[in-house]
């Protein structure tokens, strides 16, 4: 049932184009919206789940299943915007959303100091339930949350 609820985050992103989020115009706001999921997550408004990607490659396994990211996990980390755009730039035409999800991946705020299992989560997916409710109010807010209206990444 759970499963059932989750949708990868590069098809979030064709959803919150739908909803006037207009990346192709400003791509900062795709920055913008890693910014307000995070908080999202951080606040337990939006459950994600993501694959373990672990720095050491022997704790690594080829076949990581998809685990809830704790919200504390958000304290110290955040999703990388950059890898958003990117995905972003790949489902534009060709439909491969699936592919391109394994580019999104959380990574440690440089300020913070994690300690949550030396790990990262790599193909974020979200409740979706959730997410568009977000996206329906509390996402607006977010916007030019960068620190930057300039349209360049």
Request: glycine share 6%; aromatic share 6%.
């Amino acid at each position: 049932q759970e499963s059932l609820n989750r949708v990868p985050v590069v098809e979030f992103c064709l959803e919150a184009r739908q909803q006037g989020w207009d990346f192709a115009a400003d791509e900062q706001l795709i920055v913008d919206l890693a910014i307000g999921l995070r908080e999202a997550a951080l606040d337990v408004a939006v459950e994600m789940w993501g694959r373990k990607s672990r720095r050491l490659s022997v704790l690594r396994t080829p076949d990581e299943p998809l685990v809830r990211i704790p919200a504390e996990f958000w304290k110290h980390h955040d999703i990388d915007g950059l890898a958003m755009a990117i995905a972003g730039h790949d489902d534009d035409a060709s439909g491969r959303h699936g592919a391109s999800n394994v580019l999104i991946q959380t990574r440690a705020i440089p300020t913070s100091d994690p300690d949550f299992e030396d790990a990262t989560y790599t193909d974020l997916h979200l409740n979706y339930m959730q997410a568009t409710k977000w996206l329906q109010t509390d996402a607006k807010s977010c916007r030019k949350l960068s620190g930057r209206g300039d349209g360049s990444l």
